[in-house]
């Protein structure tokens, strides 16, 4: 049986800049429409860390490594259509689509479909903190949390060659990985997407949707319109699901 490839990754980027901007007053600025001569240097994604499921190793690729900006770009497109399944904080709204941007200018194109598995959302839809950043989440919850904050200056600085800020900011980032690799895992049995469609040459033998181990226990029936299954509890993640099988039709098919 195939295990399904589960990508946890983090981006860093530098914001845009503008050029110097002609106002009269504080008023000028707040209601000024950007036209792009204003532009002096737009934002873009100058780094990544990522980490696939199952391995001790975080990676990490950079604009300034060897083969530059585009090997970068390529290096990311090639990560994410390995993946099945793609994990981050934020991702869906972030991460991700600043890297699909980023391919398209680079004449890219868009990577092989995964699904996604954004830990922000979820803490969203399952519960009703007051504040659902990823290093308020970890630090609830008692997991591996963030190593530093984010800082454009050190930004600016690693792409312009600054040694001692590369080193710097890809600790930032390999330590956000980890941080999201631990909230995901905390959090996956209240996700609601199926790792087991990804799972090759299955047998009868049931698994879990979500970390597709074989450890379930049989705890009662679930009922729906159609009938009765088999209801499923993962002794390794903890994810309650339901068998494929019908045991008991609500009404007779003929």
């Excluded at 631990?182 to 959090?187: K, P, T």
Aim: proline share 4%; aromatic share 12%.
């Amino acid at each position: 049986m195939s295990k399904p490839k589960v990508l946890v990754f983090d981006i860093e980027r530098v914001p845009m800049r503008t050029k110097p901007l002609e106002a009269w007053s504080m008023k000028d600025l707040q209601y000024r429409r950007l036209r792009p001569e204003d532009i002096d240097s737009w934002g873009r994604t100058i780094c990544l860390a990522y980490q696939w499921l199952g391995e001790r190793k975080v990676h990490f690729i950079a604009e300034w490594q060897e083969g530059g900006r585009a090997a970068f770009l390529q290096n990311a497109h090639d990560m994410l259509s390995q993946a099945d399944l793609v994990v981050g904080h934020n991702s869906t709204s972030f991460d991700v689509p600043h890297l699909q941007g980023e391919f398209a200018l680079e004449g890219l194109g868009e990577p092989e479909p995964f699904k996604q598995f954004d830990t922000l959302l979820t803490a969203r839809k399952k519960f009703n903190f007051e504040a659902n950043h990823l290093d308020t989440l970890t630090r609830r919850f008692g997991l591996r949390h963030k190593t530093d904050k984010y800082s454009s200056k050190v930004a600016f600085a690693a792409v312009d060659g600054d040694e001692k800020a590369q080193k710097r900011i890809q600790r930032y980032n390999e330590g956000d990985v980890r941080a999201t690799t631990a909230l995901y895992l905390y959090l996956r049995p209240w996700g609601s997407f199926n790792l087991g469609t990804f799972v090759d040459g299955a047998d009868e033998t049931p698994i879990c949707p979500i970390c597709t181990s074989t450890k379930l226990e049989k705890r009662g029936v679930r009922s729906s319109s159609l009938g009765r299954y088999q209801q499923y509890f993962c002794t390794h993640c903890r994810k309650w699901s339901k068998g494929k099988r019908l045991l008991s039709p609500t009404v007779e098919v003929r």
